[in-house]
């Protein structure tokens, strides 16, 4: 069974002060990694899909990265329009396109 | 381009009624699955549908149903409505039968009194 846990749970920031949240994961045969950002009452915003161990991808502040157990999302210099719930997710190679989530990370950037 | 539709945006039902919530993917988009978000559960898997087929089921009980139709829009039923059955319904498309794309509606909250 996949599974994916993310922390820390929240994390509060002042503006400009860079961190990571933390994605781990097990899959059985990775397809692809996914980061979400979603704002309250709203559908999950589409960030990033990261496909192989080494791969990097970026996004204003926000840079992605892959391991083969953990995905980290790196944010630079956040503002408050940073603040919001980013979930990570995976996708297996025998679960057609179906998404098993963490519990997401709540991020409260403070000006 | 029009991204994912859903409907109604919001609903509140009695337990015991039935409910039918709709989704119209991206134009283009084979695949739409469901997804029930929770603040004790997160989001979980309901089920996924391309070309008006079932193709993957998650762990809820059989009072959660869904359909395709050849326009690739989709619906999903709840019936006997529970209060647990209180979430955000959200809606995912993704434009092939494999995808590593997935992007969502905004959601229909569901409030079960």
């Known amino acids: 069974e996949d599974q994916v846990t993310q922390s820390p749970e929240a994390l509060r920031l002042q503006e400009g002060e860079s961190s990571s949240l933390n994605c781990s994961y097990t899959v059985s045969g990775l397809r692809g990694l996914f980061w979400y950002r979603q704002d309250p009452g709203k559908g999950p915003e589409f960030l990033f899909t990261?496909?192989?161990a080494g791969e990097e991808k970026e996004k204003e502040r926000l840079k992605a990265t892959l391991t083969k157990k953990e995905s980290f999302l790196h944010i630079t210099a956040p503002k408050p329009e940073d603040s919001a719930t980013y979930l990570c997710?995976?996708?297996?190679?025998?679960?057609?396109?179906?998404?098993?989530f963490g519990g997401g990370t709540r991020l409260m950037v403070k000006p | 381009k029009a991204g994912v539709t859903q409907t109604p945006r919001y609903l509140i039902k009695t337990r015991g009624q039935q409910v039918t919530l709709s989704c119209s993917p991206i134009s283009g988009h084979r695949s739409v699955s469901w997804y029930q978000q929770t603040p004790g559960q997160g989001l979980q898997f309901l089920f996924e549908y391309f070309s008006e087929t079932q193709r993957n089921k998650g762990n809820f009980p059989g009072r959660f149903s869904g359909r395709q139709f050849s326009n690739s829009r989709s619906e999903m039923n709840v019936s006997t409505l529970e209060l647990g059955d209180s979430a955000l319904y959200l809606c995912a498309s993704s434009p092939q039968g494999i995808s590593t794309e997935a992007f969502f509606g905004q959601g229909t909250r569901l409030t079960v009194v």
């Open positions: 990261l496909y192989s």
């Open positions: 997710a995976v996708q297996g190679n025998n679960a057609g396109n179906m998404l098993t």
